[in-house]
């Protein structure tokens, strides 16, 4: 028995019964390729995370300088918190914007 299924080869997947089981050889193990997906994943957050903390590090960094030389009053760091919040928001909802239209609002 068959199952009719748009974009399959013809149109058909074989019933559950039909399907014959993976034949694994005796002592067969996917642990090292399942290890290495691990590392590269692992490796991944921690290029994530330092790339993060750096950003952290600028923006606290030009925050003080324009802090600091009076460019920026009070107020402006909670104006820029929500425009941030704002860019953020439209990313999560999978908006894409150009920088300007972004940092307009």
């Given at each position: 028995?068959?199952?009719?299924t748009?974009?399959v080869?013809g149109g058909k997947?074989?019933?559950?019964?039909?399907?014959r089981?993976l034949?694994?050889?005796p002592g067969?193990?996917?642990d090292?390729?399942?290890a290495?997906?691990?590392?590269a994943k692992?490796r991944?957050?921690?290029a994530?995370?330092?790339?993060?903390?750096?950003?952290?590090?600028?923006?606290g960094?030009?925050?003080?300088k324009k802090l600091?030389?009076?460019?920026?009053g009070e107020?402006?760091?909670?104006?820029l918190?929500?425009?941030?919040?704002?860019i953020?928001?439209?990313?999560?909802?999978?908006?894409?914007?150009?920088?300007g239209?972004?940092?307009?609002?």
């Amino acid at each position: 028995m068959s199952v009719r299924t748009p974009g399959v080869r013809g149109g058909k997947i074989p019933s559950t019964a039909a399907r014959r089981p993976l034949a694994l050889s005796p002592g067969t193990s996917f642990d090292e390729v399942l290890a290495l997906i691990e590392a590269a994943k692992r490796r991944a957050y921690q290029a994530v995370n330092s790339e993060l903390v750096g950003l952290y590090w600028q923006i606290g960094e030009h925050i003080s300088k324009k802090l600091e030389s009076a460019e920026w009053g009070e107020g402006v760091v909670d104006a820029l918190a929500a425009a941030i919040a704002g860019i953020l928001h439209s990313v999560r909802d999978g908006e894409v914007q150009d920088r300007g239209e972004a940092c307009a609002r």
